[in-house]
């Protein structure tokens, strides 16, 4: 990965959560993908700070305001996800998350991502809703997705809406009505072209699309199972039936066997609007230390000897018991848990012990247990210092060492570094000691600035 200066940031490698703001989160419930990155802004735009922008994982509900470094992380991002990136000063790009790790760009034409150099789409393509309308308003509808999100969607006078091969008109919108709603972002809000009323699922082609949430339960109220997802987020509320398959291990047992606290595997799908499950299986203790899970996040709290995780995802705090066998690192060091502080960005893996999630391993993150970033800087060299230069860029001043194995071309030429002179343009290509020095093992020395 290289960033250049002169219109990128340092690439962050660290996992870290900076957002001002969670709209929403459900781990877990749309993919298996833990996407973090870094946005920043090119020379050509007149706010150079990221703090504001809104970025989301477009379909899902998750969504994250930036602060002034830039970073985000969302977790249970689908595969072929798309991001969307909005701020009331004119931003608005969309483009695909090729990257597990992205370093992202937004210039006056949209952004990019440095990864893939893939180019943002066009702001004003469309987001696709399927779902149930939950309410119908005077200039609104609000659609509850097959994610179980509320979305709300503008209606004005350009929307179409069809159904039974008629148009309708807003006022024929009703509570429970499935829709297809094609969307744009209209002056930040997001704004149906057409909203398509569809006919009844047809009951076994809607059992046919079924759904595994993993977790622990909550309560059990009646027929009502309630599971916290295990990669945190918001309680999922499942109808239990007298056909639900209930087990443990190799019994079956009754609605009336499980208890709070029980880790669960519940597939089910949706019926007549309300998801209902089809087979409930109860994790015994043995299979509960072989699933183990993982929970990335910053440290809320350590209390004796519970680790207080917030989710990176955002969602409900989640409590991990550290015990004398959890081992915990910093780097390739080993530390104890009097060393946690709150605030401290960690990885823990964790497993059901006697119904409680228990840590086997906490890993500290930090930038310095990361492999160096690469790093390409561009810029004038305005002082030569030993086997040191200075390097201007709009970015401020960069220190490029060079050594014995640094390469330095011009024209297709092999310079030294003696016939490198002040106010020479290089371009230098090499590792990042901090986001203002440069171990270079490449440099191409361009046009001297005072020849321009």
């Known amino acids: 990965m290289r960033t250049k200066f002169s219109i990128l940031a340092v690439a962050a490698l660290a996992l870290l959560v900076s957002c001002n703001k969670h709209e929403s989160s459900l781990t877990g419930s749309y993919g298996q993908r833990v996407v973090s990155g870094q946005v920043v802004m090119a020379s050509d735009m007149t706010n150079s700070s990221p703090a504001g922008v809104a970025v989301s994982v477009i379909g899902t509900g998750m969504s994250a305001t930036l602060s002034a470094d830039g970073r985000f992380t969302f977790v249970g ?10 701020r009331a000063d004119g931003i608005n790009a969309r483009m695909p998350v090729t990257s597990n790790s992205m370093n992202i760009e937004l210039n006056s034409h949209g952004g990019s991502s440095k990864h893939r150099g893939a180019s943002a789409q066009d702001p004003q393509k469309s987001t696709q809703i399927e779902g149930v309308i939950d309410s119908v308003a005077a200039d609104s509808i609000t659609v509850i997705d097959s994610h179980k999100n509320s979305v709300q969607v503008a209606i004005d006078s350009s929307t179409l809406i069809r159904g ?20 744009v ?19 076994d082609e809607h059992n046919n699309q079924q759904q595994e949430i993993k977790g622990t339960v909550a309560a059990v109220n009646g027929t009502t199972l ?12 499942i109808t239990l039936t007298p056909t639900t398959m209930i087990r443990k291990g190799n019994q079956t047992i009754t609605a009336a066997d499980l208890k709070k606290g029980d880790v669960v595997e519940v597939k089910a799908s949706m019926v007549n609007n309300t998801l209902t499950a089809s087979q409930v299986n109860v994790e015994n203790e043995d299979n509960d230390q072989k699933q183990q899970q993982e929970i990335n996040g910053t440290v809320a709290g350590v209390a004796g000897n519970t680790l207080t995780i917030t989710p990176a995802g955002g969602g409900t705090n989640v409590d991990v018991m550290l015990t004398p066998t959890t081992v ?17 960005v960690v990885e823990v893996k964790a497993s059901m012990v006697n119904n409680v999630l228990t840590a086997t391993q906490v890993n500290v993150e930090n930038e310095n247990e990361n492999e160096p970033a690469e790093m390409e800087v561009e810029g004038t060299v305005s002082a030569i210092n030993g086997n040191a230069l200075t390097v ?25 570094l003696s016939d490198i002179k002040m106010g020479d343009r290089i371009d230098a290509q090499g590792t990042s000691t901090d986001a203002h020095t440069l171990n270079a093992t490449r440099i191409e020395v361009k046009d001297s600035s005072h020849n321009d």
């Open 226 to 237: 309630t599971v916290t997802p295990a990669g945190g987020g918001s309680n999922v509320d």
């Open 164 to 183: 039974e091969d008629k148009t309708l008109a807003l006022t024929d919108l009703k509570k429970g009505d499935r829709v297809h709603v094609k969307a």
């Open 328 to 344: 915990i690192r910093k780097g390739n060091q080993m530390i104890t848990a009097a060393d946690l502080k709150k605030g401290d």
């Open 392 to 416: 201007g860029t709009r970015s401020g001043d960069v220190t490029v060492n060079t050594d014995a194995n640094t390469v330095i071309r011009k024209d297709g030429n092999t310079l030294s």
């Open 185 to 203: 972002m209209k002056n930040n809000v997001l704004t149906a072209l057409q909203v398509n009323v569809q006919e009844p699922e047809n009951e």
């Open 77 to 86: 991002v689908p595969d072929k996800a798309e991001l969307s990136f909005q």
